[in-house]
T-cell receptor, first 115, second 110 residues
Framework: DAGVIQSPRHEVTEMGQEVTLRCKPI?????LFWYRQTMMRGLELLIY????????DSGMPEDRFSAKMPNASFSTLKIQPSEPRDSAVYFC?????????????FGPGTRLTVL | RKEVEQDPGPFNVPEGATVAFNCTYS??????FFWYRQDCRKEPKLLMS???SGNEDGRFTAQLNRASQYISLLIRDSKLSDSATYLC???????????FGSGTRLQVQP
């Protein structure tokens, strides 16, 4: 069974451009999480969804960040406009309440560089 | 103060050594505890859950002290393949999201 799928794996863009990161959770999982990892701040939760509904977006840094989950198999994280300080690895993870919900399965991440 | 604190290391140990990592958490309402492992430039993966009674998985032993809000991970007979960053993770009541420590880096030397 495929794990969490993220695209693109690498993204290099210029300051001011719009960036869209994509995630496909594991089929049947009802929770989806977006994290950001940097050397300075470690792994931080940005937002999470339950059954496609955003539950907690308190980690979203500012209005430039937005996330959507139009259906159970797809989510996007958008940054508009991007800034150099957004450079990080962005991970998507999913979990299933049916199996206890404690283990989160992470995708391979998107390494974002904003010049 | 960070919600989950870990010594960043690195811990450099020879093969076969025993090494222990510690972690403290600040939220007394935390209910679930885990150790995740993250290899260089890879995603985090669950290593093991941590229970109040302590639990063991092969060479790995995890312990939880709720009174001191302290979690530990012991690795016996270290292997080169154990080289990675170990993330201490807590889950607070009523919230599905995990809070990660910054990680402790382990380098096992031949």
């Amino acid at each position: 069974d495929a794990g969490v799928i993220q695209s693109p794996r690498h993204e290099v863009t210029e300051m001011g451009q719009e960036v869209t990161l994509r995630c496909k959770p594991i089929s049947g999982h009802d929770y989806l999480f977006w994290y950001r990892q940097t050397m300075m701040r470690g792994l931080e939760l940005l937002i999470y969804f339950n059954n496609n509904v955003p539950i907690d977006d308190s980690g979203m840094p500012e209005d430039r960040f937005s996330a959507k989950m139009p259906n159970a198999s797809f989510s996007t994280l958008k940054i508009q406009p991007s800034e150099p300080r957004d450079s990080a690895v962005y991970f998507c993870a999913s979990s299933s309440l049916a199996t206890g919900g404690n283990e989160q399965f992470f995708g391979p991440g998107t390494r974002l560089t904003v010049l | 103060r960070k919600e989950v604190e870990q010594d960043p290391g690195p811990f450099n140990v020879p093969e076969g050594a025993t090494v222990a990592f510690n972690c403290t958490y600040s939220n007394s309402a935390s209910q679930s505890f885990f150790w995740y492992r993250q290899d260089c430039r890879k995603e985090p993966k669950l290593l093991m859950s941590v229970y109040s009674s302590g639990n063991e998985d092969g060479r790995f032993t995890a312990q939880l002290n709720r009174a001191s809000q302290y979690i530990s991970l012991l690795i016996r007979d270290s292997k080169l393949s154990d080289s990675a960053t170990y993330l201490c993770v807590v889950n607070n009541a009523g919230r599905r999201a995990l809070t990660f420590g910054s990680g402790t880096r382990l380098q096992v030397q031949p």
